[in-house]
């Protein structure tokens, strides 16, 4: 089983949905959340950071993270078709290696 | 403005060759990692480096090796190209601390003949 699973998709909403990404883990030491954006042919880019359980906001994208349940989740309010990407999450433990999720593939359509 | 760059955005090899695969970060950043990336698989982590002249094994550091003679820079090498090494790969760096946000390159598109 792996460490952290990822809800597959594809997902695909209507513009000025709202967006639910989720992940689950089973290791208890992860500490510290990450969610990164990936475009089509680009490299992953650092989207959302968090370290303790509760919600982070930035702007339309909202990072929840509940360590009693081992599950973490981005919110997208309002989306956009420039939303369009996968979506991966990332967990740390120490010294800075990541475990990433297989990635979620959203499409915001106009 | 963070920077990581790679050598290349495509390649394209023959089975056999010895490729490299050369990554620079401009961020003064501790670890560097090499991960591929298939559809399917997810991101897999092939090497990483800690440190100049440091390298661990990743999950999947077979038919590759790694190179960190300096902080910036850090190359994979594949000794001998085969068609199942034919992916995307994506180089990236981090701090040396717990949080370890990783910032990636833009990938290079390896493809085996």
């Known amino acids: 089983q792996k460490e952290v699973e990822q809800d597959p998709g594809p997902l695909s909403v209507p513009e000025g949905a709202i967006v639910s990404l989720n992940c689950t883990y089973s290791n208890s030491a992860f500490q510290y959340f990450m969610w990164y954006r990936q475009y089509s042919r680009k490299g992953p880019e650092l989207l959302m950071y968090?370290?303790?359980?509760g919600n982070k906001e930035d702007g339309r994208f909202t990072a929840q993270v509940d360590k009693s349940s081992k599950y973490i989740s981005l919110f997208i309010r309002d989306s956009q078709p420039s939303d369009s990407a996968t979506y991966l999450c990332?967990?740390?433990?120490?010294?800075?290696?990541?475990?990433f999720g297989d990635g979620t593939t959203l499409t915001v359509k106009p | 403005d963070v920077k990581v760059t790679q050598s290349s955005r495509y390649l394209v090899k023959r089975t056999g060759e010895k490729v490299f695969l050369e990554c620079v970060q401009d961020?003064?950043?501790?670890?560097m990692f090499w991960y591929r990336q298939d559809p399917g698989l997810g991101l897999r982590l092939i090497y990483f480096s800690y440190d100049v002249k440091m390298k661990e094994k990743g999950d999947i550091p077979e038919g590759y090796s790694v190179s960190r003679e300096k902080k910036e820079r850090f190359s994979l090498i594949l000794e001998s190209a085969s068609t199942n090494q034919t992916s995307m790969y994506l180089c990236?760096?981090?701090?040396?601390?717990?949080?370890?946000?990783?910032?990636f390159g833009p990938g290079t598109r390896l493809l085996v003949l």
């Open positions: 990236a760096s981090s701090f040396f601390d717990q949080r370890g946000t990783q910032y």
């Open positions: 961020m003064d950043h501790e670890n």
């Open positions: 968090t370290y303790s359980s």
């Open positions: 990332a967990m740390n433990n120490n010294a800075g290696k990541s475990t």
